[in-house]
């Protein structure tokens, strides 16, 4: 008989049974969850606060800190709930939604972090095209195309998963509902829906990681030929912030979305998943402010004229 996906509850098995270590785990992840808040929205408050932060640069930042706002509250919310439950249940149609939206953030999250690279590659490579390239317009037209791509990307896949079959094992051995867990999970052939994750998967994905790669190629080409001394060092600063964010979202990814279903590990995935999904999104902020010169003098005034406002 064929079963009514739509009646599944699935349980999401998380970290650990272990009510005492879940406590534990509890009080990490909500540490983590609230710095993750406050250092996203600080920046956000600064970008939008600041008149010298109006800038195609900055206007990227910002969207990536919302982004990252988001991208987190789709896992962690869930995740602290149940440390805290004995029964640890998401309907058939949560887990979809959960799913969905999480997909469609990281892809979203690549997007920017392309556009970004693109960003520095006009600013470098083509300083006198810098304002008329990069006008408030085009920036807006990046980021909605960001969005609508990487939504398009996520109902793809949710639709395709979801027509798949899931009898009498519903335990996903996962924080979350993510889409290798529920392709093992699932009784169908998976083999059309991995035979999509790596081809359209693949272009979506590694399309911005190599757009990336070429960008600052040319990049450090450039400051190579053009700058010297403190010069190459004060343009390679300006750089430096964005690939430490790329490296560690893009090799994560790698890992955990392209390779066969049978070489996939519970244990590895679920702490390579905690690196991009809840670790990459807390650095992100600390990144950029605390190897940004500009946003360290910003937010420096910020907090000055806080002070000032209460001492009135």
Known sequence: MEPNNQTIEFILLGFTDQQQKSVGMFLLFLIIYIITLIGNIIIMVVIRGEPELHTPMYFFISNLSFVDICFTTVTVPRLLANFLMEVKSISFTGCFMQMYFFVALGITESFILAVMAYDRWVAICKPLHYTEVMSPLFCKGLVAGAWLAASLHSLLHCIT???????????????????????????????????????????????????????????????????????RWQTFSTCSSHLTVVSLFYCTI?????????????????????????????????????????VREALRKAIQRSITAKEK
């Open 161 to 231: 998963i979801s027509k798949l079959s899931y009898c009498s094992d519903n335990h996903i051995h996962h924080f979350f509902c993510d889409m290798t867990a529920l392709l093992k999970l699932s009784c169908s052939d998976t083999s059309t829906n991995e035979l999509i994750i790596f081809t359209e998967g693949s272009l979506v994905i590694m399309s911005p990681f190599v757009f990336i790669l070429v960008s600052y190629i040319i990049i450090v080409s450039s400051i190579l030929r053009l700058y010297s001394g403190e010069g």
């Open 254 to 294: 790698i890992f955990i979305y392209f390779r066969p279903t049978l070489s996939y590990s519970l244990q590895y995935d679920r702490i390579v998943s905690v690196v991009y999904s809840i670790i990459t999104p807390m650095l992100n902020p600390f990144i950029y402010s605390l190897r940004n010169k500009e």
